[in-house]
């Protein structure tokens, strides 16, 4: 028989092994590979937190229980987990996780914490429940027992001072606690994806407060679960970053997304890859089929379904912008061409043949470090199709965007440069105007998201093309196709500029006022206004060789242009000519 207690020095939490007593009798076989496996623990618990329901088992299941046993045992100190609602998450992170350490280290301090307390308060009561059942008892009692003096619904101890707490999220009385294991289950209500105020105030809260309550910084664990509500929500502080600490991230999306899988790295140097291989592939299908999942997305529309289910506060094709609809372009320098990758096939572009457009969206203030100066320049085909060629996205002063915008004028030679007509910026327009830059005051006469609309619709008819080596196409394409849940917009306005002014502005040039053709419709793409103009010459040569037709004919008539007799048998009237 295995060793009832681990020696390990790795245990989460104060290791006091050394000091817990053997137990009067060892665990049978069936106990102890429960103790050794979460996962076997889990499944052999499951009725007791969820009586008369019957475990359905499911890979993502497993895949958290391997993540959380390596957070008992040290291998993992900052676990995140992003994944749908009522896939399991409290259930396995906010209940049957809790005795299960205690069985390898019974002193664990746990704080746990959820935007209601009546939601922690209610794993707290499941978590007592196990520990109090016979089944349970039966298998570990011996191996501590629950004070009688603090047994509370919100808090509860065993004989070896280990204990569970509930809070919520963002209370005063968090305070006074700590914990060798936090836990946050669901830090955000639904609701605050449209509330900044109460979001930031969690943020603040989890930064300030929460973090600071782990009893030791070196051995403690935090584990963050929940779905996710906003881009700027404690999982996106996270991911960004600004929790510091080494965090293991294990996104669960509800459906398989091929560009973006998911992969977990353990400082220990364990790689763990989400099992799924087809796009669409469902998350846990036995529970929610793809029945269920279409009806989700019915219920709460491409954005929310995009955070909830998909763990991503930003639809996989973007909002407003659709990455799906962006085109990519090159440089062809020896041909001095543009070369537009089409569903069709390359198109080639005389540079000659293009104008450049400006677009610029200045800060609003010098003072204001959150805003950005952003000077676009677009080379547009004879055909309406506008080509990113370069992007300056900077905090800049007064004084530096105005040599900036001078500077990028002198290296593309715009033919025209739009600038927002608001406010602040008039000054730079008049500065830019006496300069005797080719500025047009561009007013806009709808807020960003409507203006965006157009923008959109200039993409989705695959005439915006990204230069594919454009030293910042990473930033550009993330606030473009985050927008209008980005925290800048400044990209989005500019491009948004760019749709709106292009069809605008007539192609510098010299006019042929004596071209009698009909102009072919802009909106098209590039390849099918390739294929329109293709048609239109094959009718124009269909029409010129009816034209030399009649002339033959009219030749082998000897010049006559009719026939003088068919003539008076087409105009003879009652015996008389008409």
């Known amino acids: 028989m295995r060793d009832t207690f681990d020696r390990r020095l790795t245990l989460v939490g104060r290791d006091i092994a050394a000091l817990i007593p053997q137990p009067p009798q060892p665990l049978s076989d069936e106990a102890e590979e429960m103790r050794q496996s979460f996962k076997l623990f889990a499944r052999k618990a499951w009725h007791l937190i969820e009586p008369g329901k019957q475990y359905v088992p499911g890979w993502h299941l497993d895949a958290i229980a391997e993540h959380l046993q390596a957070v008992i045992e040290g291998d993992i100190k900052r676990l995140l987990v992003n994944m ?106 639904i609701e605050q994806k449209r509330s900044d105020m109460k979001r930031e105030a969690v943020l603040d809260w989890f930064l300030n407060t929460w973090l600071s309550r782990l009893n030791d910084e070196a051995t403690g664990a935090c584990i963050v679960v929940g779905q996710r509500v906003h881009s700027l929500d404690i999982s996106g502080l996270i991911i960004d970053g600004a929790a510091g600490g080494e965090w293991v991230v294990l996104p669960l999306p509800a459906e398989y997304e091929v560009g973006s899988p998911c992969r977990t790295y353990w400082p220990s140097g364990k790689v763990w890859e989400d099992p799924r291989t087809e796009e669409g592939e469902l998350l846990w299908p036995e529970r929610f089929p793809r029945s269920v999942i279409e009806q989700k997305k019915r219920i709460h529309g491409p954005l929310g379904y995009a955070a909830l289910y998909m763990q991503n506060p930003v639809a996989s094709g973007g909002n407003i912008y659709k990455e799906r609809d962006r085109r990519f372009f090159t440089i062809d320098a020896p041909t001095q061409s543009y070369l537009l990758e089409t569903p069709r096939g390359r198109v080639t572009v005389a540079i000659a043949d293009c104008w450049n457009l400006g677009v610029i969206d200045l800060a609003t203030s010098t003072q204001t470090k959150a805003d950005y100066f952003c000077f676009e320049t677009w080379a547009v085909t004879p055909y309406n199709d506008a080509l990113l060629l370069h992007c300056v996205h900077d905090h800049l002063e007064f004084n530096e965007q105005q040599s900036t915008i001078s500077t990028e004028f002198q290296r593309f030679h715009h033919a025209v440069i739009a600038i927002e007509k608001v406010g602040y910026q008039l000054a730079m327009i008049q500065d830019c105007i006496r300069k005797g830059l080719p500025i047009k005051p561009f007013t806009p006469q709808s807020d960003k998201v409507v203006r965006s609309t157009t923008g959109s619709i200039f993409y989705s008819n695959g005439k915006a093309y990204h230069l594919k080596d454009l030293l910042n196409l990473h930033e550009v394409e993330k606030e473009l196709f985050t927008f209008p849940l980005a925290p800048h917009d400044d990209i989005a306005d500019c491009h948004a500029m760019m749709a709106l002014v292009v069809p605008m502005v007539l192609r510098p040039g010299v006019l042929n006022l004596d071209d009698d053709d009909e102009p072919l419709d802009t909106t098209l793409s590039i390849e099918q206004l390739l294929v329109a103009e293709a048609m239109n010459e094959e009718q124009k040569e269909q029409a010129r060789e009816a034209e030399e037709a009649k002339v033959q004919e009219l030749f082998n008539k000897g010049g006559l242009v009719m026939n003088p007799f068919e003539w008076a048998e087409t105009h003879e009237l009652d015996g008389g000519w008409s």
């Open 84 to 189: 749908p609602p009522r896939h399991g998450k409290s259930s396995y992170i906010s209940t049957l996780i809790h005795p299960w350490s205690w069985l390898h280290n019974p002193s664990l301090r746990w704080l746990c914490a959820s935007y209601a307390l009546n939601l922690a308060t209610r794993d707290n009561l499941k978590c007592r429940r196990i520990l109090k059942s016979r089944w349970w008892q039966e298998r570990y009692g011996h191996l501590f027992e629950l004070t009688k003096d603090v047994d509370a619904k919100m808090k509860f101890e065993n004989s070896f001072s280990g204990y569970r707490q509930a809070v919520s999220v963002g209370a005063a009385g968090t305070t006074g606690e700590g914990g060798d294991v936090l836990v946050i289950d669901d830090a955000h209500p």
